[in-house]
């Protein structure tokens, strides 16, 4: 009995002994940095692809430059498997150590909104999230760049309408919305119902609760007999794979079905087989390998056996959507680096570097990313900076550009979002009154 | 004595399961006829009138309906068949039903990635499918023989999250295609022209419904008839009695998980097929529950009917009510049908009425 207690005691201090060996080597100069992920789970068709682009670019990052500005980045997965739950126990979890949340879900973002307040965090929901998060005198510790949601609503008007021959011709046309019943789902229905009604389009939705994401038989039907002219779909998951089959199923013209950006999938596209040729999704990222830093990527992290990823999904829609995820987050440790003046960054300064974010087309070619994505600016005023995006085409093997950028209806929605982040503020309650000062440059 | 039989009370007519059927039907027929007084805008015109007069408007579209109905329906009680013969079994709603529908189809197109052909991977699957009925049967129920139930259940929860586990570090997270086309099931659709419209017909749903009917006849007959179905039956009545007259319990219940498990692969090819083969999935299966509840738990014809009444039920309300209310109410209705039905037969459809005595 003594000696195996001896051993165990042994055992045990080596064990200590090998831990404070570790600390000292953490304790040099990085930046920690928490991502929610779902690599399991109902949505880990959307979340892995994801996941893989956000690892890659930090790793990308961490490997050739050596971090930013020579401060390695610490980047770490919180895996949620899409549960707005599990996101707030990853929120508690990293919310003292992280510089930036990083929600990944619009539920996820909801309910971080009121404690990143609190706690002085600030929230990265590229693209997803609280659509009036992006009134920045309200919401100063959410930022929603590239565009929000309602922008996307808008793009889909502006594109139904580019196809129709003009904004006069969707008088008496229909637009179904195909959404997930569920707070990401329902985001755009508001700019939707105030667009039909100015442009006397009409408007039909189309819930799927999650538990039917894969059963959407009868919805498919109404869709048959409601016969609407343009089908907008804001899905996620294995909702979007089996809302392109039932379409290819129910010879819905696949060229009228337009996603949201998170249905631009490649593997959402292609369960639909040859006749998913002609599926469209917004987009405000590229795909493919063809840019100077996808091929950083592959040769500093996926050949070196650095990437979870197989070399062949590198370049993929989803893949690429969580390169430019990260870059939006390297790009604002740069902007906070300068502004202060230090080397590690803490949550309050990464927040006035989001808040000065600047990414223009000199600096997108500086980083390997010309024609990658469109400039991002974001303001004191404005967190999102509505920028603009493209109708991407899925042409059968992968996602190509169709037509060109476009703006969304920045002068529809602006002011929808401001009135609508008063109308948050005031049901909050006792919202904090913004007390962060601009910076100079925003 | 006389006496005593005349100051009997006479029988409540309302206790009669009938007559109240009889009175809420006449009450709907009255709705109807006020509904049929009032202009098309009231509600009670959009709740009874309308949606009749959408079927008869376009009687293509109720066909199709009702056979989208029939096809989930026929599914649906296929799953619904593997719950009822491990509860018919064991004693227990076996939780881990839907997972064991994505390990099968996960393991089917795992191995023919890995470049095994279609249907030897199909045999593979099925010899794993096996294992996994002799390692539930070795490592958790033999263990727990004549625990309560309540025990039993939650160890299918350990099963549950064993197996998401075991699944996703074998072969991730991705979704996967399934491998339709390599095991021959028809692609395309049939077009019919109906009564003036045209109905459409999936190849693929038609060999759904006619190899998950073949899957049905075939358990239900081979539990009805054979000596392994009696020496279920017996075990279902109690595991004691069973054990008692020489019915091996290990082998009942390896054969029943094993059943589970073949049931969960054609499920998991059948509905892999409609959509992919991923971890959501596994909430499909769960779309048996109101099923057994309007079958009851322990009746093979019960799931059977209640799995078609559900599945058509559903897609009719989803199609011609649920716009009244802004859609989406299939996930509920059918809990709703079945609460119905449970009003009337509280055991369910063709459950057994369990008189317990204090």
């Known amino acids: ?442 | 004595m006389s006496d005593l039989a005349t100051t009997r009370p006479a029988p409540n007519p309302l206790a009669n399961p009938w007559i109240r059927a009889g009175l809420i039907l006449a009450a709907a027929v009255a709705a109807i006829l006020l509904g049929a007084q009032l202009d098309s805008s009231g509600t009670l015109y959009a709740v009874f009138i309308d949606p009749f007069q959408q079927m008869i408007q376009a009687p293509d579209l109720l066909v199709q309906t009702i056979w989208e109905g029939l096809v989930s329906g026929v599914l649906y009680a296929l799953i619904a068949l593997g719950f009822v013969l491990i509860f018919k079994a064991s004693g227990v709603f076996n939780f881990a039903q839907g997972i064991m529908v994505v390990f099968a189809a996960l393991t089917l197109v795992g191995l023919y990635e890995k470049g095994v052909p279609a249907f030897l991977a199909v045999i593979i699957t099925l010899g794993v499918m096996f294992a996994l009925a002799v390692t539930i049967e070795r490592v958790v129920l033999r263990p727990l023989v004549n625990q309560p139930d309540i025990i039993l259940f939650m160890a299918t929860f350990g099963i549950t999250y064993f197996l998401i586990g075991f699944g996703e570090s074998l072969f991730g997270g991705n979704p996967k295609q399934m491998i339709a086309e390599q095991l021959f099931l028809p692609k395309g659709a049939i077009d019919l022209p109906i009564l003036g419209g045209l109905v459409s017909l999936q190849k693929i749903d038609i060999a759904a419904a006619v190899i998950a009917s073949l899957m049905i006849a075939l358990l239900a007959l081979f539990f009805q008839y054979t000596r392994i179905g009696r020496a279920l039956r017996a075990v279902a009545d109690s595991h004691k009695a069973a054990l008692s007259v020489g019915i091996s319990l290990n082998q009942i219940w390896v054969i029943v998980w094993f059943t589970a498990g073949i049931v969960a692969l054609i499920t998991g090819i059948m509905w892999g097929a409609r959509s992919d083969v991923s971890f959501a999935l596994e909430i499909v299966a769960l779309k048996a529950l109101p099923v057994l509840i309007l079958g009851g738990f322990t009746s093979i014809p019960g799931a059977i009917v209640g799995g078609l009444i559900i599945g058509i039920g559903e897609k009719l309300g989803e199609f011609y009510w649920g716009p009244l209310v802004g859609g989406g109410i299939e996930s509920w209705l059918a809990y709703f049908i079945a609460l119905g039905f449970l009003l009337f037969r509280p055991q369910g459809l063709f459950g057994d009425k369990i008189i317990e005595r204090i």
Request: proline share 5%; with cysteine.
């Open chain 1, 1 to 442: 009995m003594k000696t195996s207690n001896l051993m165990k005691g042994a055992a045990l201090g080596a064990l200590l002994a090998s831990a404070a060996a570790i600390v000292p080597a953490a304790a040099q100069e990085t930046i920690y940095f928490s991502n929610n992920a779902y690599r399991t789970g109902p949505f880990s068709g959307s979340g892995i692809p994801i996941g893989d682009g956000m690892r890659d670019y930090i790793t990308m990052i961490n490997e050739r430059d050596g971090g930013v500005n020579g401060v390695k980045i610490v980047y770490e997965e919180c895996e949620t498997g899409y549960d707005t739950k599990k996101s707030i126990e990853c929120y508690e979890q990293v919310k003292s150590k992280t510089i930036v949340y990083s929600p990944w879900s619009t539920g996820a973002t909801l309910a971080a909104i009121p404690r990143a307040h609190v706690d002085k965090l600030p929230i990265l929901s590229m693209a997803y999230g609280l659509s009036a998060s992006a009134d920045g005198t309200n919401f100063p510790w959410v930022f929603i760049p590239p565009l929000t949601y309602w922008d996307g609503a808008s793009l889909m008007v502006k594109h139904m309408a580019a196809e129709l021959g003009g904004l006069d011709k969707l008088k008496g046309k229909k637009l179904g919305l195909i959404h997930l019943d569920a707070p990401f789902g329902k985001e755009p229905i508001p700019v939707l119902e105030s667009l039909a009604k100015k442009y006397g389009f009409e408007l039909k939705l189309y819930p799927v609760a999650a538990a039917d994401m894969q059963n959407q038989g009868s919805l498919w039907l109404s869709i048959r007999r409601d016969r609407p002219d343009f089908l907008y779909n804001q899905g996620w998951g294995a909702m979007n794979p089996t809302a392109v089959k039932e379409a290819v199923k129910n010879n819905f013209p696949i060229s009228k079905l337009v996603g949201v950006w998170w249905a631009g999938g490649d593997d959402d596209a292609r369960a639909g087989g040859p006749e998913a040729k002609g599926y469209k999704s917004l987009n405000f990222n590229a795909a493919g390998q063809n840019f100077p830093v996808i091929q950083d990527i592959l040769k500093f992290v996926v050949e070196k056996g650095k990437s979870t990823t197989p070399k062949e999904k590198v370049g993929e829609n989803l893949y690429n959507r969580g390169v430019y995820n990260s870059m939006l987050v390297v790009e604002a440790i740069r902007t906070a680096q300068k502004l202060t003046g230090k080397k590690v960054i803490n949550p309050e300064d990464m927040r006035r570097g989001l808040e000065s974010l600047n990414v223009d087309e000199a600096r997108l070619k500086e980083i390997g990313m010309a024609g990658f994505a469109s400039p991002v600016k974001i303001s004191c005023a404005d967190h999102s900076g509505h920028h603009k995006a493209y109708v991407a085409e899925w042409d059968g093997t992968k996602w190509t550009q169709k037509g060109e950028w476009i703006e969304p209806m920045k002068d529809e929605v602006r002011p929808l979002i401001e009135a609508n982040a008063k109308d948050y503020v005031e049901k909050a309650g006792n919202w904090p009154k913004r007390a962060e000062s601009c910076e100079k440059s925003s």
